[in-house]
């Protein structure tokens, strides 16, 4: 852990004892002998911040990585000492922090079991080049103790025995264990006895995190530069610890129109005009859903961004009303670097104002980047992105396009070892001036932000659409997310299942690969595999370099356009179920994808254990990640299941096999679940329907159901124009009871419900609509049992023999 190995001598420094308690509401603040300060912060009963300076002496207390909405307040909170420590103690963690030492034990207030524990804890090296210190916090790893989080890294589920580093990078081709890559998200979570937490450590500098890797039993964490700052998390249930890190980086600020979380195409890149038309028109006439269509650098005139290329886009407002007519919504890339060219107005006005990056001594930042030399705008200034969010004004109020893709914004430069600015860029870090290596990692996001705002404003009162390739801590506020450039390679698919479950859990559920790969052209079978899964992501696009062939669903002949077809058809189908959980995801911060370790942590044949998922609350899916193959073993957890295809009925706690041919993929629904589907649409809004599906999976007991609904764009669901519906589905031997709960006043236009039941143990004889005897011819008793019934019904009784 030593940094500056030629200062190896003096190596690392440690607090001494407390001389100096005072306590400041929810602020206690401990002072040792050599001047360093521990400040406490209780922000929930669940979440403590404690945050440490060497200096007697704090930095201006600004973060981009918590939101101002994060929720504050505890129940309770009591200080008492005793010989050896001062201990707090909230209605649910007990916090005691040694005399001797300032090292910090946690332990759950009920049962007064040990929770997290420093080690040597913090301590801290000066950092001679820099100036400030290098910050570090050493824990004891508990026994059997596992890891989780930490945003895009492309490795296994459980982090353990592992070490990683928090730089965005942008890392083309990447493979399997490459770190860093294009996120810096410094949270994970940790799990043992059954307990969980969290550990955000709010520091953009580069940042370090060691799960057992170099000593067996101790994990650490350390920065390069600022404060030893973090949040302690406690669940004990890891649902809940990410939720109270969503909670304090921030949820979604607005749910996404509908339209975002269908199927989108993209390629880099499409071009001229007459290019992107026929592969819009081909989706329509071989009937493959899509609601998106992108547009990378190439559109540009010479890559000037919110400039086009007037020779393939002559008129690029027709073009876009005309994709509109058809069902598809423009995404269009932009990128950080403004091309150095005084004709330019972007350029131009950038340079009048003074809005680029400067080095140290004062010369603007310059770096090649796709455009030839660019100067880049400093994000992190408001007065800046105020600039850059009103840039977008023609091209989303006049020309009509949709979404905005920023990438290249770790931010990346070509033909420069480093792959990014020097360490000296300065940035006004909000009017915290500081140097790159404290604004590298926040770079991204603050791009994205600024891109958000200018979508939010000039798309009203429809909803914005962003995409960002970096990332830190709480910019899924503002947008959405893909993983960079992977491969198309079986072991991609694999790295991209466990990506989206690991964003999932980082707070950042709106994410997705590149399916079928970037770089390299898949085979027709991995491509479909990839399609199964991708259609189980909230963000699903098919993206690909374009130098290796074609990469639409149509180029790999009949067989896979058909099972394509097949899948992107189940995603629209699937997208009430979808929207209501992405609903769920912004309400209370539940990640829509949920690793099997998050969803049943008691069952510890779920810790390692990272191919299955759960997809929004009752859906068990497991992709197949190999070739050749008619089938998998799989874990199901515990509860029991059914098999989508065949209504098969599964007991979980085990490990089984599961066909699934290349048409198939292993997907079960949890019993007692009511799944709501669409019918087919070629796009979101292209019908109106006079009904939708419930699929109800009988269960003896009881489970409850979500289902959401709104305008899906616009904003009116934040004035209670949204309906929110709970079915509680009873089940009992020779009986079947759904319960409807509505809150809401938004009235969707369909107004029945098919409502198909799976797995009946009995033959109808009676059934009861809100206590009113209905005649059973109502009933379809044909290959699928069904019914259709009005959606404002109460309760619907069955009974039979
Ligand atoms: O240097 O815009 O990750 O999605 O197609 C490559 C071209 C720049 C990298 C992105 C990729 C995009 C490509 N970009």
Known sequence: ????????????????????????????????????????????????????????????????????????????????????????????????????????????ALDLKLINQDEIGFHWEESYEYGGDIVKMSKACQKA??????????????????????????????????????????????????????????????????????????????????????????????????????????????????????????????????NVKEVTNTFRDLKIPCDAIYLDIDYMDDFRCFTWNKDYFPDPKKMVKELKDDGFKTVVIIDPGIKIDLEYDVFKEGLDKDY????????????????????????TKPEVRDWWAGLFKELIEDIGVKGVWNDMNEPAVMDVPNKSFPDDVRHDYDGNPCSHRKAHNIYGTQMA??????????????????????????????????????????????????????????????????????????????FARWIQLGIFHAFCR???????????????????????????????????YLYTAFWNYINDGTPILKSLVLYDQEDSATYYRSDEFIYGEQILVCPIQEPNAKGRRMYIPRGKWY??????????????????????????????????????????????????????????????????????????????????????VTGKKEQLIIQQHKRGDFNADYNKFHIVFHNLPFSITSIQIDNVEVPIDNFNTGKKQSILIDKEFNELHLVGK
């Not at 942008?170 to 890559?181: C, L």
């Not at 610890?241 to 949820?251: F, H, Q, R």
């Not at 209504?647 to 997907?667: H, N, Q, R, Y």
């Not at 009988?698 to 899906?712: I, Q, T």
């Open 1 to 108: 852990m030593i940094v500056n190995t030629e200062l190896e001598q003096k190596g690392n420094l440690f607090p001494s004892e407390i001389i100096n308690y005072k306590k400041d509401i929810d602020t206690l603040q401990f002072t040792t002998k050599n001047n360093v300060v521990l400040q406490v912060t209780v922000v929930r009963d669940s979440v403590i911040r404690f945050r440490y300076s060497t200096t007697g002496k704090f930095e201006n207390d600004f973060s981009y990585g918590v939101t101002i909405h994060a929720s504050r307040g505890y129940h309770f909170l009591d200080v008492t000492e005793d010989e050896k420590h001062y201990i707090i103690t909230t209605s649910k963690l007990i916090c005691k922090v040694e005399r001797l030492s300032l090292q910090v034990s946690l332990f759950d």
């Open 145 to 274: 103790e596992s890891y989780y989080g930490l945003g895009d890294k492309p490795v296994d589920v459980n982090l353990k025995g592992k070490r990683f580093e928090n730089w965005a990078t942008d890392s083309y081709a990447f493979g399997k264990n490459t770190d860093p890559i294009y996120k810096a998200i410094p949270f994970y979570t940790a799990l043992h006895d059954n307990k969980s937490y969290g550990i955000f450590f709010d520091n953009t500098f580069k940042t370090s995190f060691d799960f057992a890797h170099e000593r067996r039993n101790v994990t650490s964490f350390w920065a390069q530069g600022g404060e030893m700052n973090y949040y302690f998390m406690y669940g004990p249930k890891m649902e809940d610890v990410v939720k109270n890190y969503t909670d304090l980086t921030g949820k979604p600020h607005a749910l996404p129109p509908l339209w975002a979380l269908g199927f989108h195409q993209c390629k880099w890149s499409y071009y001229p005009e007459a």
């Open 356 to 379: 680029f990056c400067k080095r140290a001594d004062g010369p603007y930042m310059k770096g090649k980047v796709w455009p030839g030399e660019c100067y880049f705008p400093d994000y």
């Open 449 to 526: 932000r600024a891109t958000y705002h200018g979508l939010k404003k000039y798309a009203y009162p429809k909803r914005p659409f962003v995409i960002t390739r970096s990332a830190y801590s709480g910019a899924q506020r503002y947008t959405s997310t893909w993983m960079g450039d992977n491969v198309a390679t079986w072991e991609h698919l694999a790295i991209a299942n466990n990506q989206a479950q690991r964003m999932s859990m980082s707070g950042f559920s709106f994410a997705g690969s590149d399916i079928g790969g970037f770089a390299e052209q898949p085979h027709g079978e991995l």
């Open 542 to 576: 098919v993206h690909s370099s374009g130098d290796h062939g074609d990469q639409e669903p149509w180029v790999f002949g009949e067989e896979i356009t058909d099972i394509v077809r097949k899948f992107v058809e189940l995603r629209y189908q699937l997208l009430p």
């Open 643 to 728: 098999n989508f295809w065949t209504d098969e009925l599964v007991e979980g706690g085990k490990e089984m096999w599961v066909d699934a041919a290349l048409e198939s993929m292993p997907i079960f629904i949890k019993e007692g679940a009511v799944i709501p589907k669409y019918p087919v649409q070629q796009y979101v809004g292209e019908k109106k329907f006079d009904d939708i599906t419930l699929d109800v999976y009988y269960k003896e007991g009881k489970e409850s159901s979500k289902l959401y609904d709104d305008a899906h764009d616009g904003y009116d669901y934040k004035k209670g124009r949204f309906s929110l519906r709970t079915f509680t």
